[in-house]
């Protein structure tokens, strides 16, 4: 009923304006006298020391996140990070030890590759630490260690909120690490976290922009594909934008490496071909922001519809944009909270307008438990 999504014509729109408190009750409790906690915490501050390399494994959306995640603690830890595929993981032979990390990702805590991928590594010693949303499921009790998100049930086949809170949830991890490792000052990590702690204000502002990113879906409902572009975090934003796209609106939608523009992807845009791209900061990364302005310019050359999402005041994009998104400034890796959020909105409404029905997605799962 429309009372259970919140008034909302979908449980999606619902999840999605839900997503300032999932952050919030992801972070809540984890902050205790100057240091970052993780809950059940079946590793000590030794074992976190002992740490010397990071896997990240998961599937779908949950990947999009550890990618995400990649990023910040290869900053943070001076750690090397891989983020696999859960299905491509447990089948290999990944070189992993002791002193590796596992963490693996999992809304559900049920879907069949990553609970196998934990096995796969557990077998070879590694310790593995389960993000999960969802109490008690498979893949935290198989973990040695589970740090849960609390988004709150999530309805909608294609994943919101949960998406947003594995990127905090990584992001506590990478902190505690940082802090066991002493790669950063407790001064630090109490700003960091502090950061963390001003997103669900931040997410609550892009929400203010629904309404005109939902008419912005219903003038592309008869695009025949959408491009994603994005750097650096924005990046692996732009593979879960076209992910959404695929997953609720049965369009092809692809996203690229901006940086790989001239390696492929702008042979495939033609007049009219929406494309997104995700901007990073102007302050935060100038140089990267001033590459990603010339490659809109030159798609928008050769007759893109550019639909551009950037931080609030950013001038230098307004000429390039035919669709400008404004997003509120915030450090530069925890943008994908806000850019994000839009293109959730995005594919949603296009779906909607094509009169799919946004919260079951033909042939696709909430929790993908056979293979
Ligand atoms: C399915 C869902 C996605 C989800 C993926 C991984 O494909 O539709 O939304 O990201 O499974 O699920 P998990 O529960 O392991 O995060």
């Known amino acids: 009923s429309a009372a259970e999504k919140g008034g909302h014509e979908y449980f999606m729109l619902k999840e999605i304006e839900e997503q300032p408190e999932?952050?919030?009750?992801?972070?809540?409790?984890?902050?205790?006298?100057?240091?970052?906690?993780?809950?059940?915490?079946?590793m000590s501050d030794q074992d976190l020391r002992d740490v010397d390399k990071v896997f990240v494994i998961a599937c779908g959306s949950s990947y999009?996140?550890?990618?995400?995640?990649?990023y910040a603690i290869e900053h943070?830890?001076?750690?090397?990070?891989?983020?696999?595929?859960?299905?491509?993981?447990r089948y290999r032979d990944p070189v992993l030890d002791r002193d590796t990390?596992?963490?693996?990702?999992?809304?559900?805590?049920?879907?069949?590759?990553?609970?196998?991928?934990?096995?796969?590594?557990?077998?070879?010693?590694?310790?593995?630490?389960?993000?999960?949303?969802?109490n008690g499921a498979q893949i935290p009790r198989e973990s040695d260690a589970v740090l849960y998100t609390h988004a709150g049930p999530e309805i909608g086949v294609a994943s919101t909120k949960a998406f947003l809170a594995q990127i905090v949830a990584n992001y506590l991890v990478g902190l505690a690490l940082a802090q066991a490792r002493g790669t950063k000052y407790p001064d630090e990590v109490a700003r960091e976290f502090a950061e963390l702690e001003a997103m669900p204000d931040a997410v609550s502002r892009v929400l203010t922009t629904v309404e005109r990113v939902r008419a912005l879906g219903r003038e592309l409902a008869d695009s025949k594909a959408v491009l994603f572009l994005g750097?650096?975090?924005?990046?692996?934003?732009?593979?879960?934008?076209?992910?959404?796209?695929?997953?609720?609106?049965y369009m092809h939608a692809e996203g690229f490496a901006a940086g790989e523009l001239?390696?492929?992807p702008i042979a495939l845009i033609e007049e009219g071909l929406p494309v997104v791209v995700v901007m990073p900061s102007p302050k935060?990364?100038?140089?990267?922001?001033?590459?990603?302005?010339?490659?809109?310019?030159?798609?928008?050359a050769r007759g893109a519809r550019t639909i551009v999402i950037a931080e609030e005041g950013d001038e230098t994009v307004r000429p390039f944009a035919d669709h400008l998104i404004e997003i509120p400034a915030v450090p530069t890796l925890l943008q994908p909270l806000v850019s994000t959020v839009p293109l959730q909105v995005l594919a949603a409404e296009i779906a909607r307008s094509r009169g799919y029905d946004v919260d079951k997605p033909r042939n696709l799962a909430k929790s993908v438990t056979v293979e």
């Open 22 to 42: 999932a952050l919030a009750n992801t972070l809540r409790g984890h902050f205790v006298n100057g240091r970052i906690v993780l809950d059940e915490q079946r």
């Open 64 to 70: 999009h996140a550890g990618l995400v995640a990649k």
């Open 76 to 89: 943070w830890c001076r750690l090397p990070v891989e983020v696999e595929l859960a299905s491509e993981f």
């Open 101 to 134: 990390l596992v963490v693996a990702i999992s809304q559900s805590g049920e879907t069949a590759d990553t609970l196998e991928a934990v096995r796969h590594a557990r077998e070879q010693k590694a310790r593995v630490l389960a993000i999960c949303n969802t």
């Open 231 to 249: 750097r650096h975090v924005g990046f692996p934003v732009a593979l879960e934008g076209a992910l959404k796209l695929k997953e609720l609106a």
């Open 262 to 264: 001239k390696h492929g």
């Open 284 to 300: 935060g990364r100038a140089v990267l922001h001033s590459k990603l302005v010339s490659n809109i310019s030159e798609i928008q």
